[in-house]
């Protein structure tokens, strides 16, 4: 049995591990200021080439989302963002319980668009009644998106500029940061994420660590006090080196980079697997995840081999379906993979 | 240079990183539905005797006291705790965040009484103005205290009364538990605190776990829906397994109270040795905390050698100091402590 | 010039300053325990035929929404309602800073159905994720809608099967009640209300009142310690009694009822007069707000003589207008209106 | 039977009912748009001596506290107040609600000094765990305070000054400020208010009004956006111009002040009637509360004819009372108080 279902079905990537083994017995201070947390985020603003970046570690997405808001919005704003957004739709609303509304906008393959926001912008601040409305105060995207899409370089530099203009920062959620940076066909580098989001995380849990999401203040200003919030939202690990630990492992030569890239390599292989038997796809993407729209009717064989995630359901006798590759897919699962499609799909 | 500033300097028990080593490749589905933490919590079940309790798995303390209150309470309700009490001292407002007050009492040595808590209760239900104010809707201790001082079991049968008579929850923070039912002298056992507290938590981080704590509803009705409280409050770890391994070690053969009672005995060497030479302490106390009250002058000399936190200024010329020791703590450096007290004080 | 932009415009029914004239100088306790409130609710309870009701008087819309919601979910929940619900568009996210989330539905004339309900409390509980999602736990409608729009019986009790088949409760936002249950058409009687509704509210503010919603609890096990909510929500009004003398004169002689029945007749003049000039509506109703889409280029001319206000953008060059009646409509403004839209549509 | 209970017993000085009657037919627009409260506003800033401030007018004292609270303060912060403090007692948690955290410190007579202040800002920014604990972001007191003690000018200056230093705003809830500014002895002019706070109101609930405060912003640029907060926080009344209405009717011709000091007056006559029987006050006060500490067994009788409330058990046979005046107290119920004590006291 292979499973796909997600990219966060094992441990994390053996340096981690390695890591954690060697340090195990040093004596460090707690909540996140130890030589690994400072190290790690020098390690981060030289990869990243943001040498004037505030970093933070935190233990996970929802976490990450939730305080970064909590300290962008004051009170009656609300955050834009695709109405498939995470913070949207699977985080038990907890944006909401920090007391702001997320302002939904329909989006295409899991992308919203700088139109889109200006749009919302303007309709906001030319409405007569807009002091009964929640002011849009940030704009929120996913790099790579829910539905594993990429943002083009000149969309991202087209939603930072409309952002500039209305005066409101632009919150990239990188959970899966590095499957996006490495896909056939992104023209987005490193360095232009900083340049672009006023804030960006590099995750960790997803990408090959046990956990962890290194949150990137680019905009440094906009980080004041942040440990207070990060206190506040529960993410303040006492042993805050494990974060500190996890990423310098993951920044040094490249790994974060190279785990994610030999991921998207095998996610494209099984897309080939799916194309080269017409099947369709809910949308076209190159990241770790694939989409493939299968016949119902081949579900439960599928099922018997291998571990995957029915995702939507399209028709009455058609469902989307997800495989998630990681650092911890093998070659061997992929080339079973690839015989089962070929042999049992037509 | 030997540390004793708090008991989470160093990584974990040899014991969790080896099954973290062992499981790395394993392939569990996330959140917490794994069979680590399905085993584990039966484990924690049995060893304290609640075969009905429902059991979470949370990353840290700050997050486990702020999603169990706002399970617990109803929004015009807060909470009644020491004034020393975690969640009124250090959590930045976590549970006012989370929309509610807390209500702190005059704490002595950290703890609060069953006859505060009842004077409490009806000093709000008697008021003619009662809607006007935050009404006590549950009771929020720690066990041991942040003085490391503990409860009685009859202290705690009583505060169960109280709680029981007025139909309110009891809840006990259990970060530091097993240094607690270890202290010489405490006459509870762990199956008391299901029979006591309507909800606790067996505290992972600073016994011994890389982090994690293990929230027990042995009122599980008081549970219900409790997932989704993790989730909106951040507290969600993706590879959720991660806990239950931790817990599975912890609870293996007794190797959370051998941790526990272990820092126990060795702090007690610490406080023997300052009580050899008349010195006195900030409170009485038996658990892995020593709160000695050291002339200033004395203070540098000994940080040049022993890490400690400077805990609270007493007068003009002198300072209470905290020690912690903990899993970690090796024979060695309390000998040269030891040998530091006997040289140096007098 | 006549003004039709709201039915807020003017004070409050002759009636109603007159009481407050009569009472000034009495002297009686206040946030609403005095004898008026109590003497309100009771004719509310008798007009509305719920006996058993627990009634509490908010100064405002806004205000009573987010107490009622605030008082009815757990932090995890979510209330559903319309896309278009006052809730989801035009409270600044007051649910939202309240901890919740607003779960909206697509509207069709401003209602949502049984069937659409029932559809999302399936998906919500059928879904493997649904721990990450927020739970719907109350259903909010208007009645009659934000577009003037109204339930049928039918429609109240599908509503009302549903959710008391899922177990929540269904909240009825009654801001212009009265013009609902006074409209053509309209087959529901006050007493049907607390039959079907667990909350609704008896709107003043736009009925001839100066301000002030009555909240009745159908179901009073809902109310409990609500009125801890109402200064917790700062609705606790000190001259409590200014609400209780409102409502005694408003359900005096079926004052409430008289006002709202006038205004309903006063709109369907002005819609008769649209109508016969074939102008189209952005909705067919039948309550106190007429919706006609006027060409672009009559909106100068028109708004010379009548205030109104701009609703909705149709096409480039058609718009939705809105024109309130109210109480203090006068017959010589209904008719001068008449005579322009006879004179100068065409 | 005369009442003393509070200064909320009746409806409102006459004027207000005459305005209110005189423009009940006028149309205006909603929300605090219309003319009176723009004309009530120029009013207060001129009798305030403050044109540059931002006035906004709110319904009642907890939401001001609330709004205003919400508006200033970023989420990790909190209000440092008097225990005894209105938001700290008697709001049922209504900052909390709102996310932010009370901090009480110990009041002398209702009172909290610059030192105090100073002394909580200092320790917070000194201590190494400060991320850890709530930050101090304004400072709130109420001018009189619950007590009806005042502040003198230079205890003002002194809070003035010392939250300039470290760059928080001051707050003043003024639900009595008149009373306050008419009590002898008081050395504080209007214009001192808006020279040393950030923000205050002049309250209208219990000085004559049917209710409404007057928020003066007089460092505007802590007003931006608060509109949105007013919506947000339910207390934006649609006939918003019932308060501006009410404000131009107070300050005309000095009415606010002129009933404001008659109260006082009538209120030294009651202080003066029980001291000439040397009875002891829980606090020595000027303004239009009275606090003599009676004897329980004179409560009875006292009851019997006059209404008064239980403030405070001071022993076993002694008990605080509380009698208010407001603008409604008539000379005859001050007389018969009067020859009640002179007669009934020894």
Same mark, same amino acid.
């Given at each position: 049995m292979f499973h796909f279902e997600s990219d966060y079905l094992e441990g994390c990537a053996p340096q981690i591990l390695e890591a954690l083994q060697e340090t195990n017995l040093d004596q460090t201070l707690g909540y996140g200021e130890d030589p690994h947390c400072e190290k790690a985020a020098d390690m981060i603003r030289y990869v990243f080439d943001c040498p004037g970046a505030d970093i933070h570690f935190l233990v996970g997405g929802t976490q990450a989302n939730a305080t970064v808001i909590s300290a962008l919005l004051r009170p009656h704003q609300g955050v834009i963002c695709a109405e498939s957004g995470h913070i949207n739709v699977h985080e038990t609303g907890a944006v909401e319980h920090g007391? /702001?509304?997320?302002l939904a906008l329909p989006a295409t393959d899991g992308k919203i668009s700088a139109a889109q926001v200006r749009g919302a912008l303007e309709a906001h601040h030319s409405?007569?009644?807009? &002091? /009964?409305m929640v002011q849009p105060g940030m704009v929120y995207i996913s790099?790579?998106? &829910?539905?594993?899409t990429i943002y083009t370089r000149q969309e991202l530099e087209d939603l930072h500029a409309v952002c500039t203009e209305w005066e409101i920062p632009l919150f990239v959620d990188g959970a899966r940061l590095g499957y996006g940076l490495e896909a056939s066909g992104c023209n987005i580098l490193p360095k232009d994420l900083p340049r672009l989001a006023d804030v960006f995380y590099v995750g960790g849990t997803k990408q090959g660590a046990l956990f962890g999401e290194a949150v990137v203040f680019?905009?440094?200003?906009?980080? &004041?006090?942040?440990r207070y919030f990060i206190k506040q939202n529960g993410g303040?690990?006492?042993?805050?080196r494990l974060l500190g630990i996890q990423f310098e492992a993951l920044m040094n030569e490249g790994l974060y980079f190279n785990l994610a890239r030999r991921a998207d390599r095998l996610a494209d292989r099984i897309r080939a697997a799916f194309h080269r038997k017409g099947i369709p796809f809910l949308t076209e993407n190159t990241t770790n995840q694939v989409f493939p729209i299968l016949e119902n009717k081949c579900l439960e064989p599928l099922a018997a081999s291998f571990g995957f995630e029915c995702w939507q359901i399209v028709d009455a006798t058609h469902t989307a379906v997800r495989f998630c590759t990681s650092w911890a897919t093998t070659e061997s699962a992929i080339d079973t993979l690839e015989t089962y499609i070929r042999d049992n799909f037509q």
């Open positions: 007391g /702001h509304k997320v409405d007569f009644s807009r &002091e /009964h790099f790579p998106t &829910e539905l594993g680019s905009n440094p200003r906009l980080a &004041e006090d942040f303040m690990l006492a042993k805050g």
